[in-house]
């Protein structure tokens, strides 16, 4: 688990981002609008709408995968629709790895 | 990025008292700060005039408290989990032979973890004695014992149920039956009167850092038979510095090296505030508070409580809809309540009430209010209402 200070306050539109990317949970009738982002195997992020603050998880196995995904979504986001793109090229080179990380059979790269 | 503004902060709501306390009673503050304003007082080794022996002077404070004695069987350690580590793997090495060993779904990590260590590596047998309704009691451990038990360890109060357990019959029946019996007291020491002139345990543990009001790093057990614990920690004392072998003498049989004294300080200091502000007032604010919280919680929709009559101050339930993690984060960062949630380091009992998924804990402590608990209970039917009209993209 990391926390991570951002520059500027989470929005609604990042979490219209997140949306493409995995499941976002939006509770808005909090006394701060609360979200939360998940993305099996790969990263799970919580936090407010409004805030600086967020609370990154990713699995132990793939840490290594995983620690620049967070940075990848922030920095992808303010690239519009060439960053889902990207980005979502990105993700399957990662799944790849997964997949051997979790299946390392002979002639299946490892 | 266009921030919506952020209202201010609302006030601390601090409900995680059965983990560690919060505040600290202003007299146990300025007692560590007097114990560091000065030289330390240790007996044996060189010393100045006009400091406090506060080892001496708390284990006094601590017999008087407890109703036992001798005082120089009070030992100090970091918390229960340190006094619990000793004694088990003590218990068990001056045992030499495998022995079979009871403790029950109650316990916390600090016992569970000690106890299977020991039995992975051949040196017990392990039973577990399931709790009923919210209490394990003599039938239930009776059922068990057999020829080889020399070993019994069991909490006095549960830190998810509340539940305070009737530990005379038991501590008795296994006196009687020579069974060295350990009492984890980490959940009722300070929040309820404990008399061991009464109650025959072999050794009962306790820590400093929750209800007795002292700092973190400070605890300690009483041991009405020391010989039944083997030394498993030497080191300087301070007395017979000519011998190699370590002293038998009590207390530094059990204590090497030295002490904590600002956490002794707090400790002295907080059993000072308990007596004096009065025990019976104590818990009576516990019980006022606590009863008042489940009043409010139970007027809120989607709220499981796991034990409605609890004996000390800690409330453990669920809302239904929203995972326990989150509605934590959600009730310390967006209306700064303090919780406790997940499996609050006792499994067996999760696994039991809530199939090991875990739940939020409330605690409280004599410095909570009423008007805390109403808030508290009114940012928990925010996070209920919300979680049952969440949006979701799934």
């Given at each position: 688990m990391k926390e991570y200070v951002l520059d500027e306050p989470l929005t609604i539109g990042f979490l219209k981002f997140l949306e493409l990317f995995g499941t976002v949970r939006f509770l808005e009738q909090l006394r701060k609008p609360y979200f939360s982002f998940e993305k099996e195997l790969f990263i799970s992020i919580k936090g407010f709408v409004g805030d600086c603050n967020v609370e990154v998880r990713y699995k132990k196995e793939f840490q290594d995968l995983m620690a620049d995904y967070f940075h990848l979504l922030l920095y992808y986001y303010d690239q519009g629709e060439r960053g889902v793109s990207t980005l979502k090229e990105y993700e399957d080179s990662i799944r790849e790895k997964m997949k051997i990380r979790l299946d390392p059979l002979p002639g299946n790269g490892t | 990025m266009n921030p919506e503004p952020q209202d201010a902060q609302p006030p601390l709501i601090y409900l995680n008292n059965a983990a560690t306390t919060w505040p600290k009673p202003t007299e146990v503050l300025r007692e560590v700060a007097n114990c560091l304003r000065q030289p330390l007082y240790e007996p044996g080794r060189t010393t100045g005039n006009g400091s406090v022996d506060y080892p001496s002077a708390a284990r006094e404070a601590l017999a008087a408290f407890f109703h036992a004695g001798p005082f120089e069987h009070f030992i100090f350690t970091q918390n229960a989990t340190d006094s619990l580590n000793l004694l088990i793997h003590g218990f068990a090495k001056k045992n030499g032979m495998p022995f079979h060993a009871i403790t029950t779904e109650l316990e916390h990590n600090s016992v569970l973890r000690p106890l299977t260590t020991l039995e992975q590596d051949g040196a017990i047998r392990l039973s577990i004695v399931p709790f009923t309704d919210t209490s394990v009691n003599l039938a239930a451990l009776k059922m068990v014992i057999c020829e080889d038990t020399r070993l019994v360890i069991m909490t006095h109060g549960s830190n998810v149920l509340g539940a305070v357990q009737d530990i005379r019959p038991i501590a008795e029946y296994l006196h009687a039956n020579d069974i060295f019996f350990i009492v984890d007291g980490a959940q009722t020491a300070g929040h309820i009167p404990i008399d061991l002139l009464d109650i025959p345990v072999g050794a009962f543990v306790f820590t400093?850092?929750?209800?007795?009001?002292g700092i973190p790093g400070i605890g300690g057990f009483f041991i009405t038979e020391p010989d039944a614990i083997a030394i498993t920690r030497q080191g300087g004392t301070g007395t017979d510095s000519q011998t190699l072998t370590h002293p038998f003498e009590m207390p530094m049989r059990f204590e090497a090296g030295t002490h904590n004294y600002p956490g002794i300080a707090s400790l002295y200091a907080g059993i000072r505030f308990i007596t004096s502000t009065g025990q019976d007032t104590i818990e009576k604010k516990n019980t006022d508070l606590t009863r008042s919280f489940i009043r409010e919680l139970k007027d809120i929709q989607g709220i499981t409580i796991y034990?409605?009559?609890?004996?000390?101050?800690v409330v453990s339930f669920d809302i239904t809809g929203i995972d326990n993690h989150e509605a934590g984060f959600i009730l310390a960062r967006a209306y700064n309540v303090i919780t406790r949630t997940g499996l609050h380091c006792a499994p067996l009992v999760h696994e039991r009430i809530d199939g090991g998924k875990g739940c939020i804990r409330a605690s409280f402590s004599y410095f909570n209010t009423r008007d805390e608990c109403r808030a508290a209970a009114e940012a928990i039917r925010e996070v209920a209402e919300s979680a049952d009209k969440e949006i979701s993209s799934d």
């Open positions: - | 400093g850092h929750k209800a007795l009001f034990n409605e009559n609890p004996d000390l101050p």
